[in-house]
């Protein structure tokens, strides 16, 4: 008998996303679906702190509790029209991705933000466990120097929680995070999703706030399309969900919204995700 193996993928989305993932995670599971239980779970920006929180011991029920109840002391954050706009002309006016991604690490390092030790201790504190799970997690960063993608896990000798917190750095919101010799920034920044790292696992659930790449050919669809996984799913905000995640993704006031939006959608996802998952 042949043993199918299982990734979970988790997008990248702000602190909505933060909790709209949470809440769609726990209603699967009061459903019977346990998405937690993948054999590699892929977590990208808002997705690498749910990925750390859901791969420890906290139950989901805890997890969810605390975005309803606001109990991480988060800082409001915004990314401004000039800024996405630097973004997107960065990424999509240059070819080659390394040298692109190269450029938006170049704005964040000359970005005057909050200091890195404020910002560490919110990431510190949305984790409840911070030391690495015994399985695979894949928490993708950007160098902001070299544009080169990094992947870390429990190998790479890096804490977990800086781990998240470069994953989460959003180039002039959030100040690049200092991981030995390098500066990081967020692996959104690459991919919403980074989809192709959870390449040779036959069946993948993609759960992602944002499916739209900032560069040409790193949609989260055509991503999972590429890697060409026996069974697959794709699950984004529906409209209601959108409606209550609201239209900053950085405010920490529409978390309980969002996370009740996400509770609400497992419902009608569920038949989809199960397809692919059991």
Known sequence: MTISTRA?????????????????????????IRLRDADLIVGTSAGSAVAA??????????LYAAQIEGRVDELPGRLGVSGLF??????????????????????????????????????????PVHTWPDRALKIPAIDAVTGELVVFDRTSGVELTDAVAASCAIPMVWPPVTIGARRCIDGGIRSVANVDL???????VVITPGTQGLRRG???????????????????????????MGRNALDPNARAAAARAGLEQADRVADLIRGAWD
């Open 8 to 32: 979970l993928v988790l997008g990248g989305g702000g602190l909505t996303g933060i909790a709209w993932e949470t809440g769609i995670m726990l209603g699967l599971e009061r459903r019977g």
């Open 53 to 62: 929180q859901v791969t420890g011991p906290t139950p989901l029920e805890e």
């Open 86 to 127: 630097r973004l997107i002309w960065a990424l999509r006016g240059t070819k080659d991705e390394q040298r692109a991604l190269a450029k938006v690490g170049g704005y964040a390092l000359r970005t005057k933000t909050v200091p890195e030790p404020v910002r560490r201790a919110v990431i510190e504190q949305r984790l």
């Open 198 to 204: 959870a390449a040779g696992y036959d069946r993948v």
């Open 218 to 244: 790193t949609p989260a669809a055509h991503q999972l399309a590429q890697i060409q996984a026996d069974r697959s799913a794709l699950v984004s905000p529906d409209d209601p969900a959108r409606t209550a």
